[in-house]
């Protein structure tokens, strides 16, 4: 037991998935793992294994934005062996050919966070992602007919912003699409030693303001759980 996830030690897989909604990774354990068992309860982040097509797999909801995420990641690597982090999150458009539901895999994740300013004061250190978790979730995109796009997102701290169109001078340099906390989980994959990688759904567009339900962001974004899964 770690200060914020009571399962025993063998409880939690080498492979985790990591949303950040707790509900969300209910719905992928009762949705895609056989013989789930919900090991974490603290605070109300879920924490579920079972197994898929024979493996063993874990999700754990981390809340919203770094802080709260590298908690998480942290206890699950120091306290209980994971191996293998994939974020399946939604994802704000900034590019106008990325439509709602498409699928972003993060290469890199950009980010107006500090988190890395202690360790790095005169540099910018880039999270990027795991090349043997992108390649598995390029291939199996591919082989399976699910478009996506690949490239460099924004983990943001802030999730709502004063300036409407703040968003353009990422936009301006290429990046995809804003969440809050692929860089996170890179920068503490990398510090430890395992993979990582971020697969986004779009949820909404800061280009032109659409944006899919509550419910849809909770339950309906099969196919980036399909790649992450097929992923490790």
Avoid at 100 to 114: P, Q, R, W, Y
Avoid at 167 to 189: F, P, R, S
């Amino acid at each position: 037991m770690s200060l914020h996830i009571e399962a025993k030690k063998g409880e939690i897989a080498e492979s985790v998935l990591l949303p950040g909604d707790p509900l969300r990774a209910k719905w992928i354990a009762e949705t895609f793992l056989k013989d789930a068992v919900c090991y974490n309860n603290i605070r109300g982040m879920l924490g579920y294994t079972g197994n898929y097509k024979g493996k063993k797999v874990s999700v754990q909801g981390t809340g919203m934005g770094i802080p709260s995420t590298l908690i998480y990641c942290n206890e699950l690597i120091k306290d209980y062996g994971a191996k293998k982090l994939i974020r399946v999150g939604s994802a704000g458009a900034y590019q106008p050919e990325i439509k709602l539901m498409d699928i972003v895999i993060a290469m890199a994740a950009s980010t107006n966070s500090a988190i890395n300013k202690s360790y790095f004061p005169h540099a910018d250190f880039a999270p990027t992602a795991s090349f043997d978790l992108l390649m598995k979730a390029v291939a199996y995109a591919k082989d399976n007919g699910i478009s996506f796009k690949a490239g460099n997102v924004l983990s943001s701290d802030k999730f709502y912003e004063d300036k409407k169109d703040s968003y353009k001078e990422w936009a301006d340099h290429g990046v995809l699409c804003v969440e809050m906390e692929a860089a996170a989980i890179y920068t503490v994959a990398a510090r430890y030693g395992v993979d990582a990688l971020a697969i986004l759904t779009i949820s909404d567009s800061l280009v032109n303001g659409e944006e899919i339900s509550a419910l849809v962001r909770e339950q309906k974004l099969v196919e980036m759980v399909e790649i992450a899964l097929h992923s490790f």
